[in-house]
């Protein structure tokens, strides 16, 4: 899918709800590159048919000091009710 917008024409690869999340950022936050550098990722465990999510962990430092935390990204296809 290509998409345009403050100017620029980016080829994205996803649905398109993924291309307007990669847009809204880039908006707000620019360069989604840049975010990715400072936002690193230190574990992932990819999509998958038997697993059915996705997980990632990422170093994140703290505003105005040299702390590091950790924040931790999970996209699931189904929620499912737990008893």
């Known amino acids: 899918m290509t998409i345009k917008y403050c100017g620029i ?3 994205i690869v996803g649905d ?3 291309s307007a999340i990669l847009a ?3 908006n707000t936050l620019g360069a989604v590159e840049k975010f990715r ?3 690193k990722k230190v574990f992932d465990i ?3 048919s ?3 999510f996705q ?3 990422h170093e994140v430092q703290e505003y105005g000091s040299d702390n590091i935390r950790y924040l931790l990204v999970m996209k699931v296809n189904k929620i ?3 008893s």
């Open 24 to 26: 809204c950022m880039e």
């Open 50 to 52: 038997t697993n059915k």
């Open 16 to 18: 398109a709800t993924e």
């Open 9 to 11: 024409i980016r080829e």
């Open 37 to 39: 550098e400072k936002h």
């Open 55 to 57: 997980l990632s962990i």
């Open 46 to 48: 990819p999509f998958n």
């Open 80 to 82: 499912t009710k737990i």
